[in-house]
């Protein structure tokens, strides 16, 4: 069960009833529901396409069509799943050490994780096997 924690709050981020999408896991075709952050004001959302990411409300189209458009800001530390290349969600923190995020693939069955330092400068983690060919 995908039950990502929100990487500013650390809380269990909510399910998006209308964000969701499909991915293959293996022989079948499964269906990955989307998830919000519960603090009230926080805009991190995730997706196992997108990562963590937010919706930015633009008002760039007001004048002409009296509507907004929105700009999907990706977080800028995705962790990537070297077998599924889908982003990984955060399973939990360290207790010990608070700054130690411990990230999972969403498949199913997958039993990729990798821990990253929080703070850590901008970066795209790849998983093992991520250049590997399928």
Same mark, same amino acid.
């Given at each position: 069960m995908v039950r990502p924690l929100c990487p500013?709050?650390?809380g269990v981020m909510s399910p998006l009833p209308n964000l969701h999408?499909?991915?293959h896991d293996g022989s079948k075709e499964v269906e990955i529901h989307g998830h919000e952050c519960s603090v009230g004001g926080c805009s991190v959302k995730y997706s196992? %396409?997108?990562?963590?990411?937010?919706? &930015?409300? =633009?008002?760039?189209?007001?004048?002409? %069509?009296?509507?907004?458009?929105?700009? &999907?800001? =990706?977080?800028?530390?995705?962790?990537?799943?070297?077998?599924h290349k889908t982003a990984m969600f955060i399973e939990s923190i360290d207790a010990a050490n608070a700054n130690l995020?411990?990230?999972?693939?969403?498949?199913?069955h997958c039993n990729e994780t990798m821990k990253i330092q929080a703070g850590q400068p901008p970066a795209y983690w790849l998983g093992s096997r991520f250049f590997e060919r399928s």
């Open positions: 500013l709050h650390h999408e499909f991915v196992p %396409s997108f990562g963590y990411f937010s919706l &930015i409300r =633009k008002d760039d189209y007001w004048c002409s %069509s009296q509507s907004s458009s929105f700009q &999907i800001v =990706k977080s800028n530390t995705q962790v990537i799943c070297g077998d995020r411990n990230y999972r693939c969403p498949q199913n």
